[in-house]
């Protein structure tokens, strides 16, 4: 598969996003704790008046959390309305058009699970992310 | 926009919200510990609890039930909004039906009800 990707790190995991998924960035936006939410479901925010929840991709991917208020959150959506903020410490932009390939990394279960590939770009391997599994994972319950 | 009215009531930085129409009486609250009949809000929600505690009687389909809470203040808000998808069963969970918008985010709305048939 082939297609633009939204590239973007967390620790030290670069991993791309279709653009037709992740559509939007913005500063992490401020955000009110949900009670009884798993760690990964940092908050609720407010997203042009709509209310958006944040997902620590660091916490939710076993690499460790991003600090409070640090990080950019990465808005994507899906059909149905399924849609979150991403956070993730950078952002370094669109890889365009490189083709997917079987992982070679070794790769522990949480990443093997929203994992669908890797795509070489001049700026090394991204680990492609499967959105469906990421908002599955995601999902609060 | 047309406005509903709501019972807030904070836990720390948290604020819940119940339909100000289920609201039926806000009673002195005795802190009895051997008080099955009261759910503690706080404690179902996972939050600090509220330093000054009251008990409210609120309607639940056809039955009453008494919720131990802090202050609670009934408000004007605008029309309360649909759970994002991704929270559905997280809120279904807690017995929370909608959001309620406020000046520093959303306070959860939970549906008395609800909230009967879980506890």
Do not use: N, Y
């Given at each position: 598969?082939?297609?633009?990707?939204?590239?973007?790190?967390?620790?030290?995991?670069?991993?791309?996003?279709?653009?037709?998924?992740?559509?939007?960035?913005?500063?992490?936006?401020?955000?009110?704790?949900?009670?009884?939410?798993?760690?990964?479901?940092?908050?609720?925010?407010?997203?042009?008046?709509?209310?958006?929840?944040?997902?620590?991709?660091?916490?939710?991917?076993?690499?460790?959390?991003?600090?409070?208020?640090?990080?950019?959150?990465?808005?994507?959506?899906?059909?149905?309305?399924?849609?979150?903020?991403?956070?993730?410490?950078?952002?370094?932009?669109?890889?365009?058009?490189?083709?997917?390939?079987?992982?070679?990394?070794?790769?522990?279960?949480?990443?093997?699970?929203?994992?669908?590939?890797?795509?070489?770009?001049?700026?090394?391997?991204?680990?492609?992310?499967?959105?469906?599994?990421?908002?599955?994972?995601?999902?609060?319950? | 926009?047309?406005?509903?009215?709501?019972?807030?009531?904070?836990?720390?930085?948290?604020?819940?919200?119940?339909?100000?129409?289920?609201?039926?009486?806000?009673?002195?609250?005795?802190?009895?510990?051997?008080?099955?009949?009261?759910?503690?809000?706080?404690?179902?929600?996972?939050?600090?609890?509220?330093?000054?505690?009251?008990?409210?009687?609120?309607?639940?389909?056809?039955?009453?039930?008494?919720?131990?809470?802090?202050?609670?203040?009934?408000?004007?808000?605008?029309?309360?909004?649909?759970?994002?998808?991704?929270?559905?069963?997280?809120?279904?969970?807690?017995g929370?039906?909608?959001?309620?918008?406020?000046?520093?985010?959303?306070?959860?709305?939970l549906?008395p009800?609800r909230l009967a048939?879980l506890r």
């Amino acid at each position: 598969m082939s297609g633009a990707r939204l590239a973007m790190s967390v620790a030290s995991l670069r991993g791309g996003l279709s653009v037709a998924v992740g559509q939007e960035i913005e500063d992490r936006p401020p955000s009110r704790p949900l009670p009884r939410a798993p760690a990964h479901l940092v908050g609720l925010a407010s997203l042009r008046g709509a209310p958006l929840p944040l997902v620590d991709l660091g916490v939710l991917l076993s690499i460790g959390a991003l600090p409070p208020r640090e990080g950019r959150a990465v808005i994507a959506e899906l059909e149905g309305g399924l849609r979150a903020g991403f956070l993730v410490s950078r952002v370094h932009g669109v890889i365009a058009d490189a083709k997917r390939q079987r992982s070679t990394a070794p790769l522990d279960a949480a990443l093997r699970t929203v994992t669908v590939g890797e795509v070489l770009s001049p700026d090394g391997v991204t680990l492609e992310l499967d959105p469906h599994a990421l908002f599955e994972v995601s999902r609060a319950c | 926009m047309p406005a509903d009215r709501v019972a807030l009531m904070s836990f720390g930085e948290q604020e819940v919200a119940l339909p100000a129409e289920s609201l039926l009486a806000v009673l002195e609250h005795d802190d009895d510990p051997d008080d099955d009949g009261l759910l503690d809000l706080a404690h179902w929600l996972g939050l600090a609890g509220a330093e000054r505690a009251c008990e409210v009687l609120v309607r639940a389909g056809a039955a009453a039930l008494r919720l131990r809470v802090g202050r609670v203040r009934v408000e004007a808000v605008a029309p309360p909004v649909a759970v994002p998808p991704l929270l559905a069963d997280f809120c279904a969970r807690l017995g929370v039906s909608a959001l309620v918008t406020r000046p520093a985010g959303f306070a959860l709305l939970l549906d008395p009800e609800r909230l009967a048939r879980l506890r």
